[in-house]
């Protein structure tokens, strides 16, 4: 159970700014206005996140979850910063 939190708390933090940071790359607004949408999104998106991982079986399985989105996620970033 504490494995399961501790991957819920540290992947869905890492998930939820990674998926921000994507909404950032793709929205055509100003510098605030997109830091301000990703103020109010990316708790909720957190809270969504680690509910998902703790709802899983066990550890391993809550891991390849978050890996399974990470992954596209963190590619879509690379590309648009080194782009």
Known sequence: MWSKSAIAIIGGCILSISFMLNLNFL???QVDTR???GLL???PMWVGIMVW?????SFKQA????????IPSAMFNA???FS
């Open 53 to 57: 991982c703790y709802a899983s079986d």
């Open 35 to 37: 830091l301000f949408i």
């Open 27 to 29: 929205m055509p607004l």
């Open 79 to 81: 590309f648009f910063l």
């Open 41 to 43: 999104f990316s708790f």
């Open 63 to 70: 891991a390849k979850r978050c890996t399974a989105l990470f």
